[in-house]
C-alpha cells in the first residue's frame, strides 16, 4: 500500500464527513500531499479550527464501516447530471475526456485515483486534521475563496506520533517567533507582504554572513561586482526573462518613456559585465559575485516569513569558463559550497544532479559531457546524489543541493546549474590561444540561495541559540549596582574585539539574566563586589548556566577556544 494511496483515500473521506456534518456543501479537490491530504469547500456557514474535532470524530465513525473505494467510468453527460449542484466539479469535468468517480458510502466524488480497495486499511488512529486555511479555487485571486482544511496521516500510530512530536519542536523553533523574540526582523502591512524589514541585530547577522562569505569567495579568486535593481526591458527580452518568466516579475515602471522592471535575477547584469570588452582565454574563468536584491512575484498565500518572500538577496555568482575548465571550476564550486555550509553547522545533505531533458539547446555532445563532468565532481567530494532523469531545464543539467536541519528536514540550498542557452543569446565569446572567438559555459551558482531564506533555516536549526561566532551580541555585562558601572565598562573595553553589551539599565540583575537567557545570549557576566575585588567575573554561559567566578584573561582564553577557528564575526 503506498502511503500517498491512503493519503488520497482520507482525502475522499474528510469530504464524506462534511458532506454528513454539513450538507449544502460544495465540492472542490482534495489531493495528497507531503505527510498528508487536504480537501478544498465551499461551506454553508464559516468553521473554525474547535470544528476540527467534531470533523475527525465523524471519520473515524465513516472508517470503522469498512466502507469501499469503487471506481466507475461514466460519460459526461451522466457527470453533468450527477454533479448539476457542484460547479468547481463541473468545471472539472468539462475538462476531461475520460470521467471517472469513486463511490465511497453515500459520498461520490469525481477523481483520477487511486484508491484503497477500503476504509479498513487505514488506521483510525493514524491520522489527524491539523488546521484550516483559506485557498482561491485553482490559486486564482479573482476565483471564489474556500476553506481548506489540511490533514496529516500515516501508516501507524506511532508515525503519527512521532510525527507530531518533531511538528511540535519545530513550531518552538518557528523562525518567525524567534525573530521577534530576538528583535532580528518584522513586517509591516502597510509595508507590504512578503518585505522583510530588519532591525538592528538582524543587520550584524547578515552582515556577518555576507562577511564570511566574501571572504571564502576572494580566497577563491571571485570577483565582487554590484548591479542595479532595476533593468530596461529589452535587456529581459534578450535574457528571454520576458518570453519565460514573466509571471514572476512585477508590472514595469516607465522613466522618459521606457519600461524599466525590477530584476528577477542577476544574471543578465553580470552577462553585461563580462561583455563589456573583449575577452581572452587569459580571463577564464572569470568569475563575479554579487550579494544581488532580486524581485519575484510571489502570491500571498505561498509567503512564509524569511522563507518565502517577494524581495531577497541572492548570494549569486556567475562563472564563464572554457569547457576544459568546467571539470576544475564545477569541482572548486562543491568544495566551497560544503566548506561554507560545514562551517554553519549543516552536515548532511540530499543531492540531485538532474539530466537532459526532451527539448534542450546545445548539442548532445556537450550535455553529456557537461552531466559527465558534474557526476565526476560529486563523486570527487564523496557526494552520494541521485539522478533526476529528464528534469534539467531546457539550457543546461545542475547540482542541487539540500541541507538538512536538526530535525532532519531538508531545505533547498546550494544550486550550480550549466548554461548553454544565455551565452548563445547573448553572443559572449572569447579568444582561445589560437586567436579564434569561442562560446564560453555559463555556471549559474548560489551556495546559500537566498541570503533570507538561509537565515530563517539557521534560526530553526538552532532554535535562536545561534554559534558564539554568528550571535549578534556575544557578551552582556551585568553590573550589580551602580558602584559596579565603573568597573563593568572596563571589562567591556577589555572585550572590545568581541559583540559586547554593557547592562546597566535600573533594574534587577535577576531580571536582565533573564532577558539576557531568552534572548539567547552566549555569555552573561555579573560583576559586584567580589568580581571587582578579585578583577573577575562570575559567568553564566548559555545552556549551563552560572558556571562560577573567573579572572578576566581566563574568561578570554575560554571564548577564543571555543570561537570556531574562522573569526568572521568579530568585525563588527
Not at 460547479?87 to 472539472?92: D, H, M, N, R, T
Not at 500515516?154 to 519542536?169: H, I, N, V
Request: hydrophobic share 35%.
Amino acid at each position: 500500500m503506498k502511503i500517498e494511496t491512503l493519503r488520497h483515500s482520507l482525502a475522499h473521506i474528510l469530504a464524506y464527513a462534511v458532506q454528513e456534518l454539513y450538507p449544502g456543501t460544495k465540492f472542490g479537490i482534495g489531493p495528497p500531499i507531503e505527510n498528508g491530504f487536504y480537501y478544498d469547500f465551499e461551506l454553508p456557514k464559516p468553521i473554525s479550527p474547535e470544528d476540527l474535532p467534531r470533523i475527525e470524530k465523524k471519520m473515524k465513525e465513516i472508517l470503522k464501516k469498512d466502507v469501499k473505494f469503487e471506481k466507475k467510468i461514466i460519460s459526461r453527460a451522466e457527470a453533468q447530471k450527477i454533479f448539476k449542484n457542484q460547479p468547481y466539479k463541473l468545471e472539472l469535468v468539462s475538462e476531461k475526456k475520460k470521467i471517472t468517480v469513486y463511490q465511497s458510502g453515500k459520498f461520490l466524488d469525481f477523481c483520477q485515483g487511486p484508491h484503497l480497495k477500503s476504509t479498513k486499511e487505514i488506521d483510525p488512529q493514524a491520522f489527524k486534521l491539523v488546521k484550516i486555511a483559506g485557498a482561491y479555487w485553482r490559486g486564482d485571486e479573482k476565483r471564489p475563496m474556500l476553506t481548506r482544511i489540511y490533514g496529516v496521516a500515516f501508516k501507524t500510530k506511532k508515525e503519527l506520533e512521532d510525527y507530531l512530536k518533531r511538528e511540535a519542536e519545530a513550531e518552538k523553533r518557528d523562525h518567525r517567533v524567534l525573530g521577534q523574540k530576538l528583535d532580528l526582523f518584522s513586517f509591516d502591512e502597510e509595508v507590504g507582504a512578503g518585505l522583510p524589514l530588519w532591525h538592528p541585530s538582524g543587520m550584524i547577522l547578515r552582515k556577518i554572513i555576507e562577511n564570511f562569505i566574501i571572504s571564502e569567495l576572494q580566497k577563491a579568486g571571485y570577483l565582487l561586482v554590484l548591479t542595479p535593481h532595476i533593468g530596461k526591458e529589452n535587456l529581459f527580452e534578450t535574457s528571454g526573462h520576458l518570453d519565460f518568466y514573466k509571471e514572476n516579475m512585477y508590472s514595469p515602471i516607465e522613466i522618459e518613456k521606457e519600461k524599466y522592471y525590477l530584476k528577477p535575477m542577476n544574471c543578465p547584469f553580470h552577462i553585461k559585465i563580462y561583455n563589456s570588452k573583449i575577452r581572452s582565454y587569459r580571463e577564464l574563468p572569470l568569475r563575479l559575485a554579487e550579494f544581488g536584491t532580486v524581485y519575484r512575484f510571489e502570491r500571498s498565500g505561498v509567503l512564509h516569513g524569511l522563507t518565502r518572500v517577494r524581495g531577497f538577496t541572492q548570494d549569486d555568482a556567475h562563472i564563464f569558463c572554457s569547457s576544459q575548465d568546467l571539470g576544475k571550476e564545477i569541482l572548486s564550486i562543491l568544495k566551497l559550497a560544503l566548506k561554507i555550509l560545514k562551517t554553519f553547522g549543516f552536515k548532511d545533505f540530499e543531492v540531485t544532479l538532474t539530466t537532459r531533458p526532451e527539448k534542450f539547446v546545445g548539442s548532445e555532445k556537450i550535455w553529456e559531457k557537461a552531466s559527465r563532468t558534474l557526476i565526476f565532481a560529486l563523486k570527487k567530494v564523496r557526494l552520494s546524489h541521485q539522478i533526476e532523469k529528464r528534469e534539467a531545464p531546457f539550457y543546461g543539467p545542475s547540482i542541487n543541493l539540500k541541507i538538512k536541519d536538526a530535525l532532519g528536514r531538508p531545505w533547498q540550498c546550494t544550486t550550480i546549474q550549466l548554461d548553454f542557452n544565455l551565452p548563445e543569446r547573448f553572443n559572449l565569446t572569447f579568444i582561445d590561444k589560437k586567436g579564434k572567438k569561442q562560446r564560453p559555459i555559463l555556471i549559474h551558482r548560489a551556495i546559500l540561495g537566498s541570503l533570507e531564506r538561509f537565515i530563517g533555516v539557521l534560526l530553526e536549526h538552532y532554535g535562536g541559540a545561534l554559534p558564539f561566532w554568528l550571535s549578534p551580541c556575544q557578551i552582556w555585562i551585568i553590573p550589580v549596582g551602580a558602584r559596579h558601572k565603573k568597573y563593568a565598562r572596563k571589562i567591556a573595553e577589555n572585550l572590545k574585539d568581541f559583540r559586547v553589551k554593557l547592562k546597566d539599565e535600573k533594574e534587577t540583575v535577576s531580571k536582565k539574566v533573564r532577558e539576557g537567557e531568552l534572548k539567547k545570549i552566549p555569555y552573561l557576566l555579573v560583576v559586584g563586589d567580589m568580581e571587582m575585588k578579585k578583577r573577575a567575573v562570575r559567568v553564566r554561559e548559555r545552556g549551563k548556566g552560572d558556571i562560577g567566578m573567573m579572572k578576566l584573561e581566563k574568561f578570554l582564553e575560554k571564548i577564543k577556544k571555543g570561537q570556531d577557528e574562522s573569526t568572521f564575526g568579530l568585525f563588527y
